[in-house]
């Protein structure tokens, strides 16, 4: 581990006033780490990263108090594959699932047993665990379920799809599941979101004397776009014209199971859900204050992938995606490229900004470093702490990549500053082929595809070697 962290783990030798006998070195606790992950937040979303039609002030907050990441990718552009990569330090071409594959009774395609996850690397370390607001790798009694795959204490939703819905008939507590009764038939009582947020701050106040490891996957903003009267108060009519969503009343079919719910202020919404979102996270850093917990904690902040286009939202108008071109299942960069930021004082200089490349392939070799934990062998992350302490040396990624199984098969790499999209990839008749200088080309708009013919013959040759087959999630249109 580099010399400089120590400084701010471990305090030096005192001595008594006349200087007897030296006391025994006083040791503080390996660092928290908090792990803070939106739903489908854009990379413009936040005012820090350019949103001008509302404030994140506590966000704003976190980036002036540390490090602000230009160049951060998600694992994928969905969210299921996105975690998958985040928990097992592997891209889309290795790691266990690939794509939103569903399982019954409910929740999505588990991690299998063998899988090796953030979480289990910290509980080897000595770290509690705690998940709280979306899993989407396993239900409950599979291999992935979140209690096999190194997590404490699990609060939220399992299953994805049922995350869809901010007043849900349930939610999961480890292996419990807890009947939300004013949620029944047409009543909308109980916001998920508020509950889930409660049992990650009391999971911080019952291990405020141990080290602990918060992943809290908050489910906002993903549609559908709903939240309490004395959130919308604030921005109703600030966002005309309104977009009305027609979508799921109570008695209609699947819903509460999955369709996003009806919303007649479709903007309002989506500000109101935002702003929570940033007052969760200064709820979060309130609790470490509090408690003397926030120099001895990194938290980390970020997204699972770009903005959706589902449930009424329209990330055009709040103009979601900043600079970048692409959304929600896109491997454009508006579909990948996310905020990050990274607060961890007497670490993380204040205010910096980092353009250095990176990937949620590259968290769990990030803290492996930090806890002196063992980095696992033969992922594609790369440690980015060299980055955050802003040190000389950090190691760069030769490449990048990226599959999509969905809409005829997509894929991306990135290699320096070139960017290789190919979409329609199981129609070979259809497939096309795009190339980018990221560098100068930050929207992707100039396809220089015909003008570097060797660039595009070297990335297919990658391409074809990015990947390992996958049974459950065959990359074809089978």
């Known amino acids: 581990m580099n010399k400089s962290i120590f400084s701010g783990l471990a305090a030096l030798s ?10 025994k070195e006083k040791q503080t606790p390996k660092p928290n780490i908090v792990y803070i992950l939106a739903d489908d937040l854009g990379y413009g979303d936040l005012s820090c990263y350019g949103q001008q039609k509302f404030q994140t002030p506590h966000l704003d907050r976190l980036a002036s108090q540390g490090m602000l990441f230009t160049q951060h990718y998600a694992g994928s552009t969905v969210c299921a594959p996105s975690r998958s990569s985040l928990m097992t330090g592997l891209d889309t071409g290795h790691t266990p699932i690939r794509g939103n594959k569903g399982w019954e009774p409910e929740g999505q395609w588990p991690l299998p047993a063998e899988s090796f996850t953030v979480p289990e690397m910290l509980k080897e370390a000595g770290y509690v665990t705690g998940a709280f607001g979306k899993w989407g790798l396993g239900f409950v009694g599979t291999e992935g379920d979140p209690n096999k795959q190194g997590i404490d204490e699990f609060y939220g939703y399992n299953c994805q799809s049922l995350a869809h819905n901010y007043y849900p008939g349930h939610l999961w507590h480890n292996q419990e599941k807890i009947e939300l009764e004013g949620n029944v038939e047409d009543q909308f009582e109980t916001y998920a979101p508020t509950l889930i947020h409660e049992q990650a701050l009391r999971f911080i106040e019952d291990n405020k004397d ?40 109570p008695g209609d079919s699947r819903f509460r199971e999955g369709s996003y719910g009806y919303q007649e202020e479709s903007h309002a919404a989506f500000a109101a ?25 990194l938290v980390i902040f970020t997204s699972d992938n770009g903005p959706h286009l589902e449930g009424g939202a329209d990330p055009d108008f709040f103009n979601s995606n900043g600079p970048l071109k692409g959304y929600k299942r896109d491997l454009y960069e508006g579909g990948i490229r996310v905020p990050m930021i990274a607060r961890w004082p007497a670490n993380i200089v204040a ?6 490349v990176s990937a949620f392939w590259d968290v769990m070799p990030t803290f492996a470093e930090i806890v002196d934990a063992e980095k696992p062998q033969n992922i594609q992350g790369i440690s980015f702490l060299p980055a955050l302490l802003g040190e000389e040396g950090q190691e760069q990624h030769d490449q990048l990549y990226w599959e999509f199984h969905e809409q005829g098969g997509r894929q991306a790499i990135r290699k320096g500053n070139w960017k290789f999209v190919t979409y329609q990839v199981f129609n070979p008749e259809k497939q096309t082929e795009e190339l980018y200088d990221v560098s100068v080309d930050l929207g992707e708009e100039n396809n220089v595809a015909s003008e570097h013919p060797e660039v595009v013959e070297e990335m297919k040759a990658l391409l074809s070697e990015a990947r390992i087959p996958s049974e459950p999630f065959p990359f074809s249109d089978q």
């Open 14 to 23: 005192v001595f008594t006033a006349c200087q007897t006998a030296p006391e």
């Open 210 to 249: 141990t080290s602990f490891f918060l992943f809290y996957p908050n489910v906002i903003p993903h549609a559908e776009l709903l939240i309490p009267e004395e959130y919308m108060a604030e921005f109703r009519n600030k966002f005309l014209p309104e977009r009305v969503y027609d979508g799921a009343k």
């Open 273 to 297: 859900m935002v702003t929570l979102l940033d007052q969760q996270v200064g709820d979060v850093m309130a609790k470490l204050a509090e408690l003397g917990l926030e120099d001895n904690t």
């Open 351 to 356: 205010g910096s900004v980092s353009d250095h």
